[in-house]
């Protein structure tokens, strides 16, 4: 079920252990999805999260869909990082205004057609 | 700044102090945000967050920011325990799904009045 090819002792430790300051265990619940080499992926998840939090969501899940949780945990703590105020809510924001602005247009192009059908 | 009532020793403890089983200061950060009677509200973001990285957060803030930052930190967490695995970045997908679709729609209404302005 492990998507790293780590071997205890061989490889570095995960950016989560490394960050933590801790041995990173073979069966490691972060080093699947926080490899070592993007250490700003878990930065920002134990910022927003904290570590404790995210290993207890991980462990709730079953495996196959632990990546997609950390992705999206990934992506709205990237957006608490950027926007502290609004965090990913101010992208939900932005796209109900587009929805609202879309449905408007095209209710006048429908009406429009409705209008011009009249005279075909 | 306060934006509760509350007396020192006179009202019960906010709903964050009450969960997290510590006296309730008079300067608590959380008291203007979880009153005593939305327990749920602090638990969600509690479960999520983490007090101490909530306290964390609303402390970089200035104060007149803060209830913004709440009001989106609850809407996070309660999407986050709705649905672990997504959170509120399957609110994200489902609402970019919406706004494809309407952009085809509108472009196809578009592309309809310019044909039929042909015969007007």
């Known amino acids: 079920m492990k998507e790293s ?11 989560a252990c490394k960050l933590l300051r801790r041995r ?3 069966d490691c619940v972060f080093a699947p999805y926080f ?6 992926k878990f930065a ?9 939090n995210v290993n ?3 462990q709730e899940l ?5 990546g ?5 945990m990934v992506y709205e703590a990237n ?9 990913c809510v101010g992208a939900i924001s932005s796209l109900q205004q587009q929805i609202d602005a879309l449905q408007t247009q095209l209710a006048m192009a429908q009406a429009e057609v409705v209008h011009l059908r009249q005279y075909e």
């Open 56 to 58: 207890k969501m991980l």
């Open 62 to 66: 079953p495996v196959h869909q632990r």
């Open 24 to 26: 990173c265990a073979q």
């Open 68 to 72: 997609d949780a950390v992705s999206s």
């Open 5 to 15: 090819g780590r071997k205890q002792g061989a490889a570095p430790p995960c950016a």
């Open 35 to 40: 490899p070592a080499d993007e250490p700003q």
């Open 44 to 52: 920002n998840v134990h910022k927003v999260f904290g570590a404790s």
């Open 79 to 87: 957006a608490r990082v950027r926007d502290p105020v609004y965090g």
